[in-house]
């Protein structure tokens, strides 16, 4: 494996396992003292190959989210002096959060530059879905487009339709804005707690709606999840990754949405048994799914890639420069800011960390509170990027 040092004379050293993009997250480890060794390859890193990067003197890391933080791991990084891991990801469910506390390592993500991006793919699959995007691309590039025809590649209309949000935190919340704002669409969600927040705009937007004379929008939270799947014309899954929520779509739950319904996943595959959508899909060819995580990434499951009523891209769903450097920076921050001993951000708009003059915090530190570390300010409205639906 290459590795690229960066800043050979920094005092603490930082290890980050894949190439990020821009150059301000570099800046920020420089001046808090870091030496910055980076691993120049594209292939995933094995736990022995990133214990060895550990080494015996390392002081924090960047890790990706293909990769298991395990005790294995955390064990590794505290023999060797460490003192914090950032992850570089919203979603934390390749950590193993309770043994990093054991070893007192604070965690680090990256939420709130990927909100906006990830709903936007969201949309995106929900549209090339829709509208068989996928599809009639591959009908047009292979040559079979001989004219217009009433009938080519008919698909669904969305307009004033009803989206299922299943899991509303920040990214789940954004989506919801979107398909209300822009569709005029009415939003049904799960989630273990009520959202006021979306609730509140989407009952703005319905009384803006009424005062123009036009049918206005509506937002429920469901009781069960079985109440969201028969009456959503779209499923659109923003839920963390947990063991409550593995599998949360199987052959049951499948069979209860409509037959022509949609399902879009950007969070994490294995919330949708892939197996059991294959077989839905290949028996229900009006159903339609995006996909944007599969549930052995980067492997897809048998007959998946055959299926024209499936839309599928490679977890791109944060894959924009801003949102990729802004998330560079925040991992950055991160490692820097417990390196020196600053405290946690705690607030939910880490917006001031994008700017020049960086703020003496830690933006985001998942286990702050179990290991008691001292906060800047308190947590203001919904904190969460991906929504949790049981205690
Ligand atoms: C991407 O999937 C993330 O969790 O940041
Ligand atoms: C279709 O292209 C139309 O003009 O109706």
């Known amino acids: 494996m290459e590795w690229k040092t960066v800043n050979a004379s920094g005092r603490k050293r930082v290890i980050v396992t894949k190439t990020l993009p821009g150059g301000r997250w570099l800046e920020i480890l420089r001046d808090a003292d870091c030496r910055v060794e980076i691993c120049r390859s594209d292939a995933a890193l094995s736990p022995d190959e990133i214990r060895s990067a550990i080494g015996s003197r390392c002081d924090g890391a960047i890790g990706q989210l293909t990769e298991p933080w395990g005790e294995t791991l955390f064990a590794a990084l505290k023999a060797a002096g460490g003192r914090v891991f950032s992850n570089y990801a919203v979603g934390f469910n390749n950590v193993d959060l309770a043994a990093a506390t ?123 999840l079985e109440d969201l799947l028969s009456q959503s014309d779209c499923v659109s899954i923003h839920t963390v990754l947990d063991a409550s929520t593995h599998h949360l779509i199987n052959a049951a739950r499948l069979s209860m949405m409509k037959e022509n319904a949609l399902l879009i996943n950007t969070s994490r595959g294995p919330v949708i048994d892939e197996a059991a959508l294959v077989a839905h899909c290949r028996k229900h060819p009006d159903f339609r799914a995006g996909l944007d995580v599969f549930e052995d990434e980067p492997a897809l499951k048998p007959g998946l890639c055959d299926l024209e009523n499936v839309v599928i891209v490679p977890h791109i769903a944060s894959a924009t420069g801003w949102t990729r450097e802004g998330m560079a920076v925040l991992a950055a921050a991160n490692v820097g800011a417990i390196l020196r001993g600053d405290p946690v951000w705690g607030q939910t708009d880490i917006t001031p960390f994008l700017g020049k003059a960086l703020p003496h915090a830690a933006p985001s530190i998942v286990n702050a509170r179990d290991l008691g570390l001292p906060m800047v300010q308190g947590q203001r409205g919904r904190s969460d990027s991906m929504g949790t639906l049981y205690p």
Not at 117 to 141: C, D, K, N, Q, S
């Open 102 to 224: 054991r070893y007192r390592i604070p965690v680090g993500n990256t939420p709130g530059v990927l909100t906006e991006t990830t709903a936007e793919m969201a949309v995106a699959l929900t549209f090339a879905a829709a509208r068989r995007v996928g599809e009639a691309e591959r009908f047009l590039r292979a040559g079979k487009f001989t004219g217009w025809l009433p009938t080519l590649f008919l698909g669904q209309r969305l307009w004033r339709k009803t989206i299922g949000i299943i899991g509303a935190g920040r990214i789940g919340e954004a989506y919801a804005r979107m398909m209300a704002e822009g569709f005029k669409m009415n939003i049904l969600y799960y989630d273990l707690r009520p959202n006021p927040d979306l609730e509140a705009s989407i009952q703005d937007l319905g009384r803006f709606l009424e005062s123009r004379g036009e049918a206005p929008v509506t937002c429920r939270r469901t009781e069960g």
